[in-house]
């Protein structure tokens, strides 16, 4: 796949009771909260994999989404690459395909 942005990072959308979906980021913190519908916290699941959700998805009851490996997530939430500095990037097709997969219904 070619990204004519560098820009433009490569993720994996993933909302409660739906498949998983392509989304593309801008990567301001302000998109990512409207996807997960508030405050962003986020967690390392595999080498150079994180997962953005919703801080208080928990507390405020928001419906259980998937978990990935042992580790649960309530609401929406997005899959995406990152760098040993901490830099959000794109998801290899490699790592795309794998946690698209794993996402699935």
Do not use: H, W
């Amino acid at each position: 796949m070619e990204i004519q942005n560098p820009y433009i990072i490569r993720s994996i959308y993933v909302q409660p009771g739906k498949q998983p979906v392509e989304q593309y980021l801008n990567g301001t913190e302000a998109q990512i909260e409207d996807l997960v519908d508030g405050r962003i916290a986020s967690i390392g699941v595999d080498e150079g994999i994180c997962v953005f959700y919703n801080a208080f998805g928990e507390v405020l009851k928001m419906p259980e989404n998937r978990s990935i490996f042992n580790q649960k997530f309530y609401g929406s939430f997005v899959v995406a690459g990152f760098d040993e500095f901490g830099n959000i990037l794109s998801l290899s097709d490699d790592n795309y395909d794998y946690f698209a997969d794993l996402l699935k219904l």
